[in-house]
């Protein structure tokens, strides 16, 4: 059973970064999937951030990829998500996912929330 | 704005059937894309539902069940319970977004 866990700090000043990291345990990141970060606003719905392979192959969603990078350790079996210049509006639980066949997920993290606030 | 339209909320009776529509384009559905469904429950993160427009993974009810014709999906859950509370998003590939897009979700009330 594959299990993931999204780590980091809860809160980020506005203008700074946030990082994240997913840890993998029960699966391989170099398994032949792609790794996704997906985050939802307060009460608001699901956005689609970005993904990444194991050789390090990065597709990110236009409206974030100028402050989106995202990595892949496969030493210690995790991917990170790094997002700059950060405002109130990048407020989100932030979850991790497993992509299989056609772009779906099926495995998520349990999601952390991070506030932008000073 | 999201690159799926789903209606904001349904509601139905237990025992009853719903069904929650899911509007796509040329860009995403329409170009043949597969539809996945999600199960949110509150305070805990997606779960996979349907997969590959009308695929359950193991576990998940005979109950659900998708379809999928031109630019739209639908999800249809029959013999409603009061567990099947929750939200529920529709999600397809985009070639305008180059990647996974969500509807905006669909809050079910079961009366």
């Known amino acids: 059973q594959v299990q993931l866990q999204e780590s980091g700090p809860g809160q980020v000043k506005p203008s700074g970064t946030l990082s994240l990291t997913c840890g993998v345990s029960g699966g391989s990141v170099t398994s032949t999937h792609w790794w996704s970060w997906v985050r939802q606003p307060p009460g608001k719905g699901l956005e689609w951030i970005g993904e990444?392979?194991?050789?390090?192959?990065?597709n990110y969603n236009p409206s974030l990829k100028s402050r989106v990078t995202m990595s892949i350790d496969k030493s210690k079996n995790q991917f990170s998500l790094n997002l700059y210049s950060v405002t109130a509006a990048d407020t989100a639980i932030y979850y991790c996912?497993?992509?299989?066949?056609?772009?779906?997920?099926?495995?998520w993290g349990q999601g952390t929330l991070v506030t932008v606030s000073s | 704005q999201s690159v799926l339209t789903q209606p904001p909320s349904v509601s139905g009776a237990p025992g009853q059937r719903v069904t929650i529509s899911c509007t796509g384009s040329?860009?995403?559905?329409?170009?043949?894309?597969?539809v996945h469904w999600y199960q949110q429950l509150p305070g805990t993160a997606p779960k996979l539902l349907i997969y590959?427009?009308?695929n359950r993974p193991s576990g998940v009810p005979d109950r659900f069940s998708g379809s999928k014709s031109g630019t739209s999906a639908s999800l249809a859950i029959t013999g409603l319970q009061a567990e099947d509370e929750a939200d529920y998003y529709c999600?397809?590939?985009?070639?305008?977004?180059?990647?996974?897009?969500f509807g905006g979700g669909t809050k079910l009330t079961v009366l």
């Open positions: 999600q397809s590939y985009d070639n305008n977004v180059g990647g996974p897009a």
């Open positions: 590959g427009n009308n």
């Open positions: 990444i392979y194991y050789t390090g192959t990065t």
């Open positions: 040329s860009s995403n559905i329409g170009a043949g894309y597969h």
């Open positions: 996912a497993r992509e299989v066949s056609a772009w779906s997920f099926d495995y």
